[in-house]
């Protein structure tokens, strides 16, 4: 009686799109869908088994956000340190024709206030997160959110 499977079945190589929907497919069971969820040893060993570079990024991720916690209700904001922070962040607005302005401080939330370019520019939102928000929350400790003021 013959064999199912046919010897051109085992002579196939498996491609490199069916080897990552299997990596994808076994990362999908080991990943957490909660962004707050920080990962065991055992778990990052699970996951550094089917792809070690995703293991190593969430390692350091986990590594840098637990040395960043901050108790913000202990922490009063340092008004130096933030003025430092908005002129780091004037200097990279600037190249672009943006500027801004600290108009004050409340409840650990600093307001600005983006101009020039920044105006009116669809990028400005992005700005506001990726660059004005991340220098200040890098520069000054117990700061809990950046917002704009229009």
């Not at 069916?18 to 040893?41: A, C, I």
């Not at 350091?60 to 956000?65: D, E, F, G, M, P």
């Not at 340092?78 to 962040?89: G, W």
């Not at 200097?91 to 920044?118: F, H, N, P, Y």
Request: charged share 30%; glycine share 4%.
């Amino acid at each position: 009686m013959p064999n199912s499977i046919n010897s051109k079945t085992l002579n196939e190589p498996i491609t490199s799109g069916e080897k990552q929907e299997k990596q994808d497919d076994v990362l999908s069971g080991l990943l957490s869908e909660n962004p707050l969820h920080f990962y065991t040893e055992e778990e990052l060993d699970a996951i550094e088994e089917v792809d070690m570079v995703m293991a190593l990024r969430i390692a350091k991720v986990q590594h840098l956000a637990s040395e960043t916690i901050v108790e913000y209700q202990d922490v009063d904001i340092d008004m130096v340190k933030l003025q430092d922070a908005i002129s780091e962040v004037k200097k990279i607005l600037s190249m672009d024709g943006g500027d801004i302005d600290l108009v004050e401080v409340v409840d650990k939330t600093v307001r600005v206030q983006m101009k020039g370019a920044c105006v009116g520019c669809p990028n400005a939102v992005m700005d506001l997160k990726n660059v004005v928000e991340r220098i200040v929350f890098d520069k000054v400790p117990g700061v809990k959110a950046v917002t704009n003021s229009f």
